[in-house]
Structure formats: structure tokens, C-alpha cells
């Protein structure tokens, strides 16, 4: 401002409101920014503004393929709405209050819970929390029957049923669901689709838990499957899918001819498995790229005309 002669507000507006200055004054100040080389603190424009044009991710593994594929859905359109991302790790956290109170501390304008081992109360605690300090929440690929809550989901129940009613229509009977031991609000709906459709024709449900690390499920896989009569298998993970089908070829067993191999997101794991694997095709990336672009509406109070947002699944084979 001192070096363009002009007023700090004169600054403001050439930087905000470009349109409000005459163009000689906006010229000179565009000169003394170029010469200074003068970067907008985002900081102090978020202290003047209560708004910090940053954005909350909160995930459980940031590991696991279909997170990190989410994450760049969601950066890709945060980009386009010169948002920031700050990512967030809520594994195995025990108490959600005081992480809420952590992630609200540090001044999100918006959050995506991408966190989907949260049970209904806990939902409820975090989403108290965050409207109490005025700041809107998308969940995605994640479930809640609390209509306030805006979501971003496939339809996981009716992805199972129909991936499971294909497998039964080729002659597969001793199809087993490979889900995880600990309880996902998604997977639930995974095992009810699954459930549904063997029940229908009067094939005996069977679920097999285990853990989403090779290093644990490929014992458990060596362990059971040497003593069980298995043609068929969904997994909930993609990643599952692959360490099951490694196994099995390791025991002698053809992939699919004797057991026919099903993933449930068509994640790098589908695409580099050979043979290549049969699996529920999510729409990964946009499940994130959808609620980034939900969220804006909310953040910026603009009208929003479905919160409960569907996307459409395919089956690749």
C-alpha cells in the first residue's frame, strides 16, 4: 500500500474486488504486488473472513487403495474451488469427542468423513460438534440413516445382491463373503445384499471374517479354506479379493474356473491381479470428487437439492 501510494483497503479491493478500483490505480498496485512479489496470506485472510478456504478429510487408513483414490477426487475439485486439504487419521481412535474438538480447532471451513467405522452415536456426537461451531459435513462411502447428515454412496446392498445372484446364475452354490472382523457401516450393507440373494434360493449364507493384512488373512485363508468346499468367493475389499486368489493358486485351486473370485471396488489391486479380477466397479474417485462438490454448496450456504446422493456401480468383468 505504501509503495503504490494507496490506501490498505485500495489493496483489498484490487486483490478481492478488482472491479470496484478505476483501472490506473488497479494497474499500480498490480505492479508494486509484481515488483514485491506478494503473496495473499491465507492465514490472515482466514482471521478477517472466519473462513480459511481449507477443507477436513478424516480417514481411518489413508493406506488402503480406495481412500487414497478418494483423496484425489476430493483434491481435484478442491483445486478448482481453490480450496486446501488437511487429512486427518481417526484409526482406532477411541474418543471421538476430543478428536472432533481437535479437527474443529483447527478452523475447517468444511469436513468429509471418509471414516467409515463410525457407529450411529458416534455420528451423532461428531456431527453435534460440528454444528455447534457452524461448520457443514459430507460423509462418503460411508452410511447413516440420520437424514440431516449429507452422504455420498453407491448402493451397496443392491451391489452385493446382484454381484451374488450372478455368481448363483453360472452354478456357483458354496460361495462364501469374505468380510472383516471389524464392523463397517458399508460392509453391513455388503453382507445383507449377499444374504439376500442365497437366501432367495435357498443356499446357505456363509460369511468369513478376517483382516484387510495379507500377512493375517492368508493364514486364515490357508487355515480354513484346505477344509472347506468353497466355488465362490465376494470380498469387500478388493485388496481381500487378491490375497485370497494368491492363496488359492499357491493350493493347487484354477482362478475362476474352480473358484470364481469376486473384489468389491475395481481398485489398482482389480486392474494389476492376473488373472485380472471380477469385481463390483464403485465409482472410487468420484465417490470424492461428488462430495467435495456437495460440500462447497453447503460451506457457501447455496441450495442443495439432494442430500443423499446415490452414484451408479457396474460389474467389470
Known amino acids: 500500500a505504501g509503495a503504490a501510494r494507496v490506501s490498505l483497503a485500495t489493496v483489498s479491493r484490487v486483490l478481492n474486488n478488482p472491479e470496484k478500483v478505476n483501472e490506473e490505480t488497479r494497474k499500480r498496485v498490480l505492479e508494486v504486488i509484481k515488483q514485491l512479489g506478494y503473496r495473499p496470506n491465507a492465514i490472515a485472510r482466514g482471521l478477517a473472513s472466519r473462513k480459511t478456504t481449507t477443507v477436513g478429510v478424516v480417514v481411518s487408513d489413508v493406506t488402503r487403495a480406495s481412500v487414497s483414490k478418494m483423496i484425489g477426487g476430493i483434491m481435484d475439485v478442491a483445486k478448482q474451488y481453490d480450496y486446501s486439504i488437511k487429512v486427518f487419521s481417526m484409526h482406532d481412535e477411541k474418543n471421538v469427542f476430543d478428536f472432533t474438538r481437535l479437527v474443529v480447532a483447527e478452523q475447517v471451513d468444511g469436513v468429509i468423513f471418509l471414516n467409515d467405522e463410525l457407529d450411529s452415536k458416534q455420528l451423532s456426537t ?27 454412496n453407491i448402493d451397496f446392498e443392491s451391489a452385493s445382491y446382484e454381484i451374488t445372484k450372478n455368481m448363483i446364475s453360472v452354478g456357483r452354490k458354496d460361495i462364501y463373503l469374505l468380510s472383516t472382523v471389524r464392523r463397517y457401516s458399508v460392509n453391513n450393507l455388503k453382507e445383507e445384499g449377499y444374504i439376500r440373494a442365497m437366501e432367495e434360493v435357498g443356499l446357505e449364507p456363509k460369511i468369513f471374517r478376517t483382516s484387510g493384512d495379507p500377512e493375517i488373512n492368508s493364514q486364515h485363508f490357508r487355515e480354513f479354506f484346505s477344509q472347506h468346499k468353497v466355488d465362490g468367493v465376494i470380498a469387500v475389499r478388493d485388496s481381500i479379493a487378491v490375497s485370497f486368489m494368491n492363496n488359492a493358486g499357491d493350493a493347487g485351486r484354477r482362478i475362476p474356473e474352480d473358484i470364481l473370485v469376486v473384489g468389491f471396488q475395481n481398485t489398482k489391486y482389480a486392474l494389476l491381479s492376473r488373472p485380472t479380477l471380477t469385481c463390483i466397479d464403485m465409482p472410487v474417485y468420484d465417490l470424492g470428487a461428488v462430495a467435495m462438490r456437495l460440500l462447497t454448496k453447503y460451506m457457501k450456504e447455496e441450495p442443495v437439492e439432494e442430500s443423499k446422493v446415490v452414484l451408479p456401480h457396474t460389474i467389470m468383468y
Do not use: H, Q, Y
Open 126 to 152: 461428531v456431527k453435534e460438534l460440528l454444528d455447534d461451531a457452524s461448520i457443514p459435513m459430507i460423509l462418503s462411502n460411508v452410511v447413516s440413516d440420520d437424514e440431516s447428515i449429507p452422504t455420498v
